[in-house]
């Protein structure tokens, strides 16, 4: 077992630069997740982890050891590929046999501890079959056993699920986080959705693509409810939640207690009031989670709430709730209603807003102006 | 049914058919020739005498593939009265050596060129493509004076085998490379990750999975070594070192006109390629196809 930490590492190619001043601490036995969209590097650091990837700038640890210069093979850790990357010409027995044989493991060794793993993935059955003769689902299974019967100190997974169905990627999604706990091995697991983040996650790291300004890519590191309740920046922001946040351009009042935009105006909280001072008639960008804003009769229990008209363009039924798509002004607003009435489009509908759950970004910074703990 | 059809407007089969049939006859005719000489029992390459003011039966009789009598004689004599097994032989070692060593060099090459980034890798490929534009024959001035001349390997088998296994590399890094190119490279990755080195990753994971390519790659090898006549014939002096092409050649050749030898000699000659093609069959359509459409 054991930790990995990132120092300042950057990746270029040629001159095209991947990552840079990369600062990441993943500790052991945790399941730390790379989030991003494409192009934000998030593979290229796994990359860097598992040693297929040289390291332009920096210096990466795996416990205690600066493996820079360490080959694949002896950085102890298994990775499982979005493609499954299978020996087509083998059986799964084989494949999974394939790095301890490559390790010399005695025979009655090798075959305890692939009975082992194929027990855990519940591929008993399979183990005598090739590849192509397993459904996508399997295939990823034997991808996992490869990795864990070596028992490495870091699994590292690449977009592991992307080619499952979606019924598919739930369960498989359950059986890695299941599969994480039980052997509490240090996972690094890279993907571009979000969801698979916020379920899968202890921690999260979200990036973003390098841009001719920007330092580095990683935006934030938290658990997933830091990253949603307080997200550092307007990236995160918006990559982070489904439906995405709402963004509006608004302008603080001459007061500085308050916010407005097209009629709309918002009193500021305590804790925001001292942050916008600052702001005196300059313009924000606010931000308000759909479900902080919804129906008048959902919602008794906001304090003084903001109510604001429009009407309804898109309406998506999902059961427990309606999302909604509102016209208010020239903005389209995303809203949550409660299931119990689902409006009809083109219907004009007053909703409130949580005056108290809004954040605010410095447009030019896209800093997130609430301070947060640990800041 | 005669002429187009109205309704689908295509060709009626039955002159579609006659069509084939004919080029298959003007195609297939004069292996039929050697086939039937080979049978007969006789030397001559004709089987009926023309007399001097034809008639169309006469006409009709001399161009018919069918001899006066059907006998294994020329098979018989070949193998037994003349060095025919010796030289089989001699063709058998060349050709197997060369299959060996040109797929061995043809695997290697191809994969350092599928896989690695070094200087020189484009212009490589493209020489090996530009050299397959020009006929063989123009290099066999320098290849003569390479091999008997600087490394002194004239009239033995060594040299040969190393002349056909490198003239054959070209179109076989082609063919392997191609083929390499279609394996993921997540494979290759995965196998590093499981621990394993280039040379185990390029025996137990690439070659096998690379099969159909190295079918097509030995085949190629194969015949190139065991059909080859010119080369053969430059190099090799004594007639006990003879191969086969060059000892067929013999019957024929200058004094000689032994058609019939010449004739069973063939056949005997082209059997181990039939069988080779035949038994390699099912490698050599996905590994022609291959890099076209991955399945």
């Not at chain 1, 850790?77 to 493991?105: C, D, T």
């Not at chain 1, 300059?282 to 902080?292: C, D, F, K």
């Not at chain 2, 290099?139 to 033995?156: A, E, F, H, K, R």
């Not at chain 2, 006109?257 to 359509?285: D, E, N, R, T």
């Amino acid at each position: 077992m054991a930790g990995i930490r990132f120092d300042k590492v950057a990746k270029r190619f040629g001159d095209v630069s991947v990552l840079e001043d990369l600062d990441l601490d993943i500790r052991d036995e945790e399941l730390m997740v790379f989030v991003g969209p494409s192009g934000c590097g998030k593979s290229t650091a796994l990359r860097l982890i598992a040693g297929l990837e040289e390291i332009t700038n920096g210096k990466l640890f795996i416990g205690d050891n600066v493996v820079n210069n360490v080959h694949p093979k002896d950085r102890d850790v298994a990775m499982v590929f979005q493609s499954y990357a299978l020996y087509p010409h083998m059986s799964v027995r084989e494949n999974i046999a394939f790095g301890l044989r490559i390790r010399k493991m005695p025979d009655e060794e090798i075959n305890r501890h692939v009975d082992d793993a194929a027990d855990i993935l519940g591929l008993t059955e399979l183990l005598d079959r090739k590849p192509k003769a397993l459904s996508g689902g399997q295939r990823q299974r034997v991808a996992l056993g490869r990795a864990i019967v070596r028992h490495p100190s870091v699994f590292l997974f690449d977009e592991p699920l992307s080619n499952l169905d979606a019924e598919l990627r739930v369960q498989m999604r359950a059986e890695i986080s299941k599969l994480q706990h039980r052997l509490k091995t240090t996972t690094v697991y890279v993907t571009h959705d979000q969801v698979e983040a916020m379920t899968l996650g202890h921690r999260i790291a979200v990036l973003a693509p390098m841009g001719a300004e920007k330092k580095t890519n990683l935006k934030q590191v938290g658990t997933p409810l830091e990253l949603y309740d307080s997200p550092r920046n307007l990236f995160v922001a918006k990559f982070i939640g489904t439906p995405p946040m709402n963004i509006l351009p608004v302008t603080v009042d001459s007061y500085g207690d308050s916010v407005h935009h097209a009629g709309l105006r918002v009193p500021l909280s305590e804790g925001l009031k001292g942050e916008a001072a600052a702001y005196r008639d300059r313009p924000l960008l606010m931000g308000v989670r759909p479900e902080h804003i919804g129906g008048r009769e959902d919602h008794r229990d906001w304090h003084d709430p903001v109510s604001l008209k429009g009407t309804i363009e898109i309406v998506e039924t999902v059961g427990h709730e309606v999302i909604i798509h509102v016209r208010c002004a020239e903005d389209l607003i995303v809203a949550k209603l409660g299931a119990h009435r689902i409006p009809a489009f083109g219907e004009e509908i007053e909703l409130v807003m949580n005056g108290d759950a809004i954040h605010l970004f410095d447009p030019d910074t896209e800093r997130n102006l609430r301070r947060h703990t640990g800041d | 049914m005669i002429g187009a059809d109205k309704r689908t407007g295509q060709v009626s089969h039955f002159w579609l058919h006659l069509f084939l049939v004919f080029f298959t006859v003007i195609s297939t005719y004069p292996i039929l020739w050697v086939i039937v000489v080979g049978f007969s029992g006789q030397q001559a390459l004709a089987f009926a005498d023309v007399p001097a003011d034809p008639g169309f039966l006469d006409r009709l009789r001399a161009i018919m593939p069918w001899p006066q009598t059907w006998s294994l004689d020329n098979f018989r004599d070949v193998l037994t009265e003349q060095p025919f097994l010796t030289w089989m032989m001699n063709s058998a070692i060349i050709a197997a050596l060369t299959t060996v060593l040109g797929v061995f060099l043809a695997c290697t090459a191809a994969y350092a060129f599928s896989r690695f980034q070094f200087p020189g890798r484009k212009a490589g490929m493209m020489s090996f493509l530009v050299s397959q534009m020009f006929p063989g024959t123009l290099l066999l001035v320098p290849i003569y004076i390479i091999i008997t001349q600087w490394l002194g390997l004239g009239n033995s088998f060594i040299g040969l085998v190393l002349v056909y296994s490198v003239t054959a590399i070209p179109f076989c890094v082609w063919m392997m490379k191609g083929y390499f190119d279609t394996i993921p490279i997540e494979i290759e990755e995965s196998a590093i990750m499981d621990g394993a080195s280039r040379q185990v990753i390029f025996f137990r994971i690439i070659l096998p999975l690379a099969k159909p390519a190295v079918a097509v790659t030995a085949l190629f090898s194969f015949m190139t070594a065991w059909n080859e006549f010119i080369l053969a014939a430059t190099f090799l002096e004594e007639e006990m070192k003879y191969t086969a092409p060059v000892g067929l050649k013999f019957f024929v050749g200058g004094f000689a006109s032994q058609w019939g030898y010449f004739a069973a000699g063939s056949m005997i000659i082209s059997l181990p390629v039939v069988l080779l093609f035949l038994y390699l069959q099912k490698y050599l359509v996905s590994g022609l196809t291959a890099g076209g459409v991955k399945g």
